[in-house]
């Protein structure tokens, strides 16, 4: 409510019986009170009133019955600074709730639970659709996604897409995520589910299986519509589900400016990621009605909070108090806790309508994917079955076949005579035996075979160390997932110098070391220093034996 505040000034002018002129200084107070005053006489119709910069004059005004009917004048002007009050918006309800993304507990809460409205932080849960609907396969990021009136009719924040235009997804994501642009989250929805509404009850089935028990969704970009609502508490649910769910797409959130396509979009929230240290998203929100609202996540060495905020009065203020937010976390947070990862979202319907990213079937209305459910187990693949290899034979058919000849012919002559008795005889006692081979003969196929048999060749493996006894440790971890994620992200930053070394985890009763091995003292040195220099904790292990 606003408040009107009437000052009287005296002018000089000759007074008169029934016309006294006066000038009237009309202030407009913002909050939760109203007080008019007029002369000696004030009447408060509530406290705490705030100037708002609104100045009425009013010149030589009659009063025909005295004092009493100047009040009235002055209830009139009253009356109207309270009619172009209501037209002003009026501060958002506040919400806040502070959360350990690594196990979900609850640091700090207030309003947690208040039904509100969540503006753009919705885009949360069109992106965490998108990311899902790709790893299984119902659409693609190089999907060409055709814009509808719908979508391009949306009002900004928006990235300014035509009716009918084609426009990959994988831009659309990043005008959803980095501008929070409206025209490409509501073309997202209806890329993957045929029509908006459709990719609404989708979201409310994702938002169920998540616990999101007080959250309701209209549509996919977060404008106000009558039953949109949800919590900083659901919010934040969601926002840890995206971090954990699908880490691949995460650095979206974080980029502070993105190749859309049409356009290079910058980041909506670049000033609060600029100044805080280990920020990297989530999504901004605002809306008339919500306010400036913001999930924001930050991690410093093995810890990681979930700030969110609702109702800011302006975004300067929000992001002061996300600030407060995230040091209180930092602050209540163990340094040291077990990754309790939230369960993925699993399907929660069996029939999920596909939009642009498939051929048009049934009149245009989408077509149906059935999906039997997650797979239980994992087969092993069967070997391909390869052609059975035809047998050789090892003997001359010619030779068989002639003995085969002569054992028939054998068979069928006649009994031998006297005549031949003899020339049997003759052929036994000749001398048949072979000559023996000369000498000088010289065998082709030896001489070959001596030519072309290579020399052997001892193959002799390079060592793994060759003087390399040195490594680099860059932390231990609670667990080894974590010390091999931070092993690779420590390799594809620091490629020139830990290139040929080996990544490898030591678990111990004190936790999980992530080491780099197979290096020399002086590779070992100037990694850590590069390392150091990039905030990457780090010291030498090893020996020159």
């Given at each position: 409510?606003?408040?009107?505040h009437?000052?009287?000034?005296p002018i000089?002018?000759?007074s008169?019986r ?6 009237f ?5 913002s909050?939760f009170s109203l007080?008019?005053?007029?002369g ?16 009425i004059?009013?010149?030589?005004v009659k009063?025909?019955?005295?004092p009493?009917a100047l009040r ?10 309270v009619?172009?009050?209501g037209?002003?918006?009026?501060a958002a309800?506040?919400?806040?709730l502070v959360m350990?993304?690594?196990?979900g507990e609850?640091?700090?809460?207030r309003n947690a639970?208040?039904r509100?409205h969540?503006?753009s932080?919705t ?6 659709i ?5 790893q299984?396969?119902?659409?693609t990021l190089?999907t060409?996604?055709?814009?509808t009136?719908?979508?391009?009719s949306?009002p900004?924040?928006?990235l300014?897409?035509r009716?009918?235009?084609t426009i ?6 990043r005008?959803?995520a980095?501008k929070?642009?409206n ?10 589910s045929g029509s908006?509404?459709?990719f609404?009850?989708r979201m409310?089935?994702t ?10 969704f ?6 106000t519509q009558d ?6 508490r659901d919010m934040?649910i969601l926002?840890?589900h995206v971090?954990?769910?699908?880490p ?9 400016t993105a190749d859309?396509?049409i356009a290079?979009?910058r980041?909506?929230n670049r000033?609060w990621?600029?100044?805080y240290e ?5 999504k901004t929100g605002?809306?008339r009605a ?6 924001a996540?930050a991690?410093?060495?093995q810890e990681?909070i979930?700030?969110t905020?609702?109702?800011?009065s302006?975004t300067?203020a ?6 407060e937010l ?12 077990t990754i309790d990862r939230p369960?993925?979202v699993?399907?929660a ?7 642009n990213s ?10 149906t ?6 797979v ?5 693949p069967?070997?391909?079955p390869?052609?059975?290899p035809?047998m050789?034979?090892?003997v001359?058919?010619?030779v ?10 054998t068979a069928l002559?006649?009994?031998?005579t006297?005549a ?9 006692t ?6 023996s081979?000369p000498?000088?003969?010289v065998t ?10 290579p020399?052997?060749?001892i193959?002799t ?7 390399r006894h040195w490594g ?6 609670t667990s080894?997932?974590?010390?091999e994620r931070?092993l690779?992200k420590?390799a594809l ?7 040929g070394?080996l990544?490898?985890?030591?678990s ?6 992530a080491?780099?091995?197979g290096?020399?003292r002086e ?7 590069r390392?150091?220099?990039?905030g990457?904790?780090?010291f030498m292990?090893?020996?020159?034996s």
């Amino acid at each position: 409510m606003l408040g009107v505040h009437a000052l009287p000034h005296p002018i000089s002018a000759v007074s008169r019986r029934n016309v006294t002129p006066k000038v009237f200084e009309i202030r407009v107070f913002s909050g939760f009170s109203l007080c008019a005053s007029f002369g000696n006489n004030t009447k408060a119709l509530g406290i705490n009133p705030r100037p708002e910069a609104v100045k009425i004059e009013a010149v030589d005004v009659k009063i025909r019955s005295g004092p009493k009917a100047l009040r009235w004048v002055i209830l009139c002007m009253c009356l109207i600074g309270v009619s172009f009050a209501g037209s002003q918006s009026h501060a958002a309800p506040y919400a806040a709730l502070v959360m350990d993304a690594r196990t979900g507990e609850v640091l700090h809460a207030r309003n947690a639970d208040t039904r509100l409205h969540p503006a753009s932080l919705t885009k949360m849960m069109t992106l965490y659709i998108a990311f899902q609907a790709i790893q299984r396969g119902e659409i693609t990021l190089d999907t060409e996604v055709k814009i509808t009136s719908n979508a391009s009719s949306e009002p900004p924040s928006k990235l300014g897409l035509r009716t009918g235009q084609t426009i990959k997804l994988r831009y659309l994501l990043r005008a959803a995520a980095v501008k929070s642009a409206n025209d490409a989250a509501t073309a997202i929805g209806e890329a993957i589910s045929g029509s908006e509404s459709a990719f609404a009850t989708r979201m409310n089935r994702t938002a169920k299986a998540m616990g999101m028990n007080n959250t309701t969704f209209r549509n996919a970009n977060g404008l106000t519509q009558d039953g949109h609502l949800s919590t900083a508490r659901d919010m934040s649910i969601l926002g840890r589900h995206v971090i954990y769910d699908y880490p691949q797409y995460y650095n979206l959130f974080s980029r502070r400016t993105a190749d859309a396509g049409i356009a290079q979009v910058r980041h909506t929230n670049r000033r609060w990621l600029d100044s805080y240290e280990g920020g990297d998203g989530i999504k901004t929100g605002y809306t008339r009605a919500a306010g400036f609202n913001l999930v924001a996540s930050a991690q410093r060495g093995q810890e990681r909070i979930i700030a969110t905020v609702f109702g800011g009065s302006s975004t300067a203020a929000r992001n002061v108090k996300i600030t407060e937010l995230m040091d209180l976390g930092f602050n209540r947070a163990p340094s040291r806790a077990t990754i309790d990862r939230p369960d993925l979202v699993a399907t929660a319907d069996p029939e999920i309508i596909t939009g642009n990213s498939r051929p048009a079937t049934n009149g245009g209305a989408g077509k149906t994917v059935r999906v039997s459910g997650s797979v239980t187990r994992s087969l092993r693949p069967k070997t391909r079955p390869a052609p059975e290899p035809e047998m050789l034979l090892a003997v001359n058919t010619d030779v068989i076949n002639s003995a085969l000849a002569e054992a028939v012919e054998t068979a069928l002559a006649p009994a031998p005579t006297e005549a031949q008795d003899a020339v049997a005889l003759a052929l036994a006692t000749a001398d048949l035996a072979p000559k023996s081979r000369p000498t000088n003969l010289v065998t082709a196929s030896a001489d070959i075979a001596a030519a072309t048999e290579p020399a052997p060749e001892i193959v002799t493996r390079v060592s793994t160390s060759g003087g390399r006894h040195w490594g680099v440790n860059v932390g231990r971890y609670t667990s080894r997932y974590e010390a091999e994620r931070v092993l690779l992200k420590v390799a594809l930053n620091e490629m020139s110098t830990l290139d040929g070394s080996l990544r490898k985890v030591v678990s111990t009763a004190r936790g999980h070391d992530a080491n780099f091995m197979g290096l020399t003292r002086e590779t070992a040195d100037l990694a850590c220093r590069r390392l150091t220099a990039r905030g990457t904790p780090c010291f030498m292990i090893g020996s020159e034996s």
